[in-house]
């Protein structure tokens, strides 16, 4: 059925339809009218047989979480930026145990400076967490990818991220094609755990493990991961034939057939990247996209695939790793080994800065000359950057960075509107 939906309560009924058992949420923008929708739904009986629990933080929402999927509870919660490194703890706890808990990661900056909108700093942060993780280019994919992680996450026994983008998607009203309780019953069948705790069959789980064994646990983690490459695209496939549309899978290429420049991103970017295309597509500019959906586990062989005929590759994302660049830009670099390709790191949309046409045009002209350096910030403003390195060179004691800035910045604006 399509709906004109808020991307937040997209997700929230959503995962209402997978029918779970337990929710435990803990509220932080932007990730509160997923959590808000479904404790309605709960509330109002529409949600049976799910406890929704209301907890004190973050951290406690995954002990929670963890508590109930080992309990042998289907198990959602939902989280973003610094929740997510509150509970960081027992993230790792719930992928080590392999607990297939499902959660929304609606992106965010995390700090300091603080701040509340998009980038892709906390989920990318927990890549090595061992938490799958699947990132969403709208507010459709967002509720597909849902549906299509609880089948992930049950039959692997491993907790999955779904990654949408703050506000950009949370908060953004779009038409969707809401799934009907009979469809998503026929995809998603009830749950049965591999592992549970059971008075009449009693186990322990999370015991301590010594050196003597402890290499093997983490390799089965991964081994589970690689086992998540095969199984992605087979959900996909099953998801379209049930639900009629393509959805998840590992990578997405758009127009790639003979693209001679390929950029490469993740989540809302995308469209505006797609419109970009088009637009130099339309001028005979030889460009396509590669959006990579599966971030965790990396899937080398396809991104390998789709790339191997290009000449150069630009990577835009929208984090980065302080004292080195761009975090899946090396993954990408990975998956080209031994290929000759030109390859450029673009760091876009920190804290929410717009991400225009009108700079991706520039960006992308300067690529297709490669006339760009290894590693570009995104309308920087150098100016601003350079004033404060130049005041720390000028005064040992010169005082909080980011209160500078914002008193720059605003010196600024006020002289170009002077």
């Not at 999927?69 to 959602?76: F, L, M, N």
């Not at 490459?229 to 099953?238: G, N």
Request: aromatic share 6%.
């Amino acid at each position: 059925m399509l709906k004109q939906i808020e991307g937040s309560h997209a997700v929230a009924e959503a995962v209402a339809l997978c029918r779970p058992e337990v929710i435990c949420a803990y509220p932080i923008s932007p990730q509160t009218h997923i959590v808000e929708g479904i404790g309605e739904m709960v509330k109002s009986g529409e949600v049976k047989n799910c406890e929704f629990i209301n907890v004190e933080s973050e951290f406690a929402a995954m002990s929670v979480a963890i508590g109930s999927s080992a309990a042998g509870a289907r198990t959602y919660t939902a989280t973003a930026s610094q929740g997510l490194l509150f509970m960081v703890e027992a993230v790792y706890n719930a992928s080590g145990l392999g607990l297939p808990i499902v959660m929304t990661v609606a992106n965010r900056a995390i700090g300091a400076p603080i701040n509340i909108w998009n980038d892709h700093s906390d989920s990318i942060s927990q890549r090595d967490s061992g938490w799958i993780q699947l990132f969403a280019e709208t507010n459709q994919e967002a509720l597909d990818l849902h549906i299509q992680a609880f089948k992930l996450a049950e039959e692997l026994s491993l907790p999955v991220m779904v990654c949408m983008d703050g506000f950009i998607l949370t908060h953004a009203y779009e038409r969707v094609d809401m799934p009907t309780q009979e469809q998503v019953d026929a995809f998603l069948p009830p749950y049965e755990p591999r592992q549970v705790l059971d008075p009449a069959d009693p186990v322990s789980i999370g015991a301590m493990v010594g050196p003597e064994a402890f290499a093997e646990v983490r390799y089965l983690e991964h081994e589970k991961q690689m086992r998540a490459l095969e199984l992605i695209p087979k959900i996909a496939d099953e998801f379209k034939a049930g639900f009629g549309r393509d959805s998840g899978g590992l990578v997405r290429g758009y127009r790639l057939d003979d693209a001679e420049t390929v950029i490469v991103a993740m989540g809302s970017l995308l469209g505006t990247i797609k419109d970009t295309i088009d637009e130099m597509r339309a001028a005979g500019v030889k460009i396509g996209v590669l959006g990579v959906i599966s971030f965790r586990p990396f899937p080398l062989a396809e991104v390998r695939a789709a790339l191997k005929g290009a000449k150069r590759v630009v990577v835009v994302e929208k984090t980065f790793a302080v004292g080195i660049g761009g975090i899946l830009a090396t993954d990408i670099r990975t998956a080209m080994d031994g290929i000759s390709i030109l390859d450029y790191t673009v760091v876009a949309g920190l804290g929410g800065r717009p991400i225009t046409k009108k700079s991706l045009h520039a960006l992308f002209d300067k690529a297709v000359r490669d006339d760009l350096p290894a590693l570009t910030f995104l309308d920087l403003d150098w100016n601003i950057v350079n004033k404060q390195l130049e005041r720390e060179r000028q005064k040992r004691r010169s005082g909080p960075v980011a209160e500078n800035i914002l008193r720059d910045v605003g010196s600024s604006h006020v002289a170009q509107h002077s």
